[in-house]
């Protein structure tokens, strides 16, 4: 029989155990940073990677050039941490460098899905606050973010503070309503 304190001790531990694992991580590569160097991550970020196929962006046909140098070393790098070869090839692309690397592994989000599966439910006692409308402000900016979760995660947020111009649901006095035999 589980005692009550010990429900979910198993799953923060499972979820961080799956984050380390190179299935799980968000980027198998490792940092990009530790296999181009510092300079080489500034002017270079992986794009994706499928079926063994590694696409790095690049700043200019220089650095495209220089990473076409080092692909050999760069290959051997990426599949000496694995115990199966990672990539069997890079494609490197002269286009728009993000500043941050995009998330390279599909099972990662799944990992994620799983994360919030374990979270324990509302209490009983707890209401769900209620939502209201975005302004166009608030639009504007959601909008601007580059990364389509941190809107989805910006937008259910801001859904849920209230706007200084109106009080929240719970403060707002009931309307007293006229008597029903015409008096007044």
């Known amino acids: ?8 001790t198993v799953g923060p531990l499972l979820r961080q155990v799956l984050r380390k694992h190179p299935a799980f991580s968000a980027s198998p590569l490792g940092d990009w940073a530790d296999l181009v160097g510092e300079q080489g991550a500034r002017y270079s970020q992986p794009r994706s990677l499928r079926d063994r196929v590694l696409t790095v962006t690049v700043y200019d046909s220089v650095w495209k050039h220089h990473l ?3 692909k050999d070393a760069l290959l051997e790098k990426i599949n000496a941490k694995h115990p ?26 799944q990992l994620e899905k799983v994360a919030s599966r ?16 975005l302004t166009p402000e608030e639009k504007k900016l959601l909008h601007s973010l580059p990364d389509p979760e941190l ?25 007293e309503e006229e008597p029903l035999n015409g008096s007044h």
Do not use: C, H
């Open 1 to 8: 029989m589980k005692k009550p304190d010990q429900e979910f």
């Open 118 to 133: 374990g979270r324990k439910a509302r209490p009983s006692g707890r209401k769900k606050l209620p939502s209201r409308a």
């Open 151 to 175: 809107q989805a995660i910006g937008r259910r947020l801001l859904k849920k503070l209230p706007l200084d111009a109106e009080p929240p649901a719970e403060a707002t006095a009931p309307q």
């Open 68 to 70: 076409e140098l080092l």
């Open 84 to 109: 199966e070869p990672l990539v069997d090839k890079i494609v490197l692309k002269v286009g728009d460098v993000p500043e941050t690397a995009p998330v390279l592994n599909p099972q990662w989000k």
